[in-house]
């Protein structure tokens, strides 16, 4: 994972899953599979895209209170990751797809 910032003792916010630390290298089903994004199959940790993990770790100080709901208030959900010449990138991480020169400012 890119980011993870912890709210409980051995409880994490975190970015998807990689199967190394190359950002090109998510495994999918932690992010829109069996394990994906918004799905219970953890002890507890949240997984979130990599631009709303990114925020937290960057803008949320420890002491930052944090509410934990049912469902999307909003009614968002994720995106399904797009192919991108057989890499596995998540589609919210801009860093990286503007590294590998998938998207231009």
Known sequence: MQYATR??????????LYATSDP????PKYYNGDHGIGLES???????????????????????TL???NGSPLGTTSEDIPSRNGLRIDPTDYDTLREKGYITD
């Open 67 to 69: 509410k934990i709901v």
């Open 24 to 27: 090109t290298q998510m495994w």
């Open 42 to 64: 953890t002890g507890g940790c949240l997984r979130m895209v990599t631009e709303a993990s990114k925020f937290i770790y960057e803008n949320c100080p420890e002491g930052t």
């Open 7 to 16: 709210y409980e003792g051995r409880l994490y916010i975190h970015s998807p």
